[in-house]
């Protein structure tokens, strides 16, 4: 079985549809044909400013949140990646086979900073920090969305550097993206890529979103001025994205909406893509709250796939303390 890799950041009180279609569907499918590593990363999260108590709440809710959707501890390893010390010392090593330049053309990096008032040396050594929790596990896939491409690409030149100069070490991993749903796009500003720092809230739906409110952000997104429902990304950004929605959700194609909307216009397309998305993604809002009402199991759940995360993690590490010549952690 491949070894799977993929992380999230506790950033937001909800998980979005393009998390969701970009990456944590594929995460799910996943769990049957591989063996999978998925985590919380709150290490991540603090590379921007933030609450204490409210990181610590959003963990435990992202968890809840990938329980929801189907993860099952029985079968892939899910962990919040503080509580495996071995990302950021195998995150150290890395950082120094990391070129200051190499990091600095990270385009996450130059938005991100250019949208804070402070930016720290932790916002610029994330990509060094993912690639950490990637090389860790010996992954051979990662399942994300488009706007983690050039992560991954930092993370296999750091594999294929690290063991070129130190002999085999770490598995060069290879991103696992799906090409339709690889970026889902703002349903405002459909030239954005959804994301919880949108415009406009309207622009982002929330998997944790009321039915209701998922419904009015369907029909208030932005299309253009004719009615023709037809798949064209370039001419009609906003309704190929919904087009994409529908057609990952709704177990349909985009020849066969073109023909059951023909002549009917936006509207009718629109209202029945309301309740395909309120129908799939509805019931995770019910779901997240009964994980989340037993928070000792919840994060019994979460310890346990630490302690198995672990194991395939201190082991990657010792070998990379050996090959730089520490001594192995006492
Ligand atoms: P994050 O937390 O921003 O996003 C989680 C996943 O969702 C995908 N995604 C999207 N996919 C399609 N359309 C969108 N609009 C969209 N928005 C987000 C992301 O591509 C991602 O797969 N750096 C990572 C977290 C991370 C990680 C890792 C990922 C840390 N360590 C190791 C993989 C492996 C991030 O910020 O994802």
């Not at 890799?5 to 594929?26: C, E, K, M, V």
Request: charged share 25%.
């Amino acid at each position: 079985k491949p070894r799977v890799l993929s992380g999230i950041q506790p950033t937001s009180d909800s998980f979005h549809l393009g998390n969701y279609l970009g990456a944590l569907r594929q995460w799910v499918a996943l769990q049957d044909t591989a063996d999978a590593f998925y985590c919380v990363v709150d290490l991540h999260a603090i590379t921007v400013d933030h609450d204490p108590k409210v990181l610590h709440e959003r963990s435990r809710v992202s968890a809840a949140q990938l329980l929801a959707l189907g993860l099952d501890p029985e079968r892939c390893t899910l962990f919040v990646q503080s509580q495996v010390p071995e990302h950021p010392m195998l995150g150290w090593i890395l950082g120094c086979e990391t070129g200051f330049g190499e990091a600095s053309r990270m385009t996450q990096f130059k938005d991100k900073s250019s949208k804070q008032e402070r930016t720290t040396v932790g916002l610029f050594t994330y990509p060094v920090l993912q690639a950490a929790d990637i090389l860790l596990y010996q992954t051979d896939q990662v399942p994300v969305g488009e706007d983690q491409r050039q992560h991954l690409e930092l993370s296999r030149d750091l594999a294929i550097r690290f063991n070129g100069t130190y002999g085999r070490t770490f598995t060069v991993p290879d991103p696992y993206i799906v090409k339709e749903t690889a970026t889902i796009k703002d349903l405002t500003d459909p030239a954005k890529k959804m994301s919880k720092t949108s415009s406009t809230p309207k622009g982002c739906l929330y998997l944790l979103d009321e039915p209701n409110q998922m419904r009015k952000k369907i029909k208030g997104a932005v299309t253009d001025s004719d009615a023709e429902v037809r798949f064209d990304p370039e001419n009609k950004p906003g309704l190929s994205n919904l087009m994409n929605i529908y057609t990952a959700l709704g177990n349909t194609t985009f020849e066969k909406l073109e023909a059951e909307y023909a002549g009917r216009g936006y509207g009718d397309f629109k209202g029945d893509l309301a309740e395909v998305v309120a129908d799939s993604i509805g019931p995770i809002a019910t779901r997240t709250k009964e994980f989340l009402a037993d928070k000792a199991e919840l994060d019994r759940i979460l310890e346990r796939g630490a302690e198995k995360a672990r194991i395939v993690a201190s082991r990657t590490l010792a070998k990379a303390y050996k090959k730089v010549g520490f001594f192995a952690p006492a």
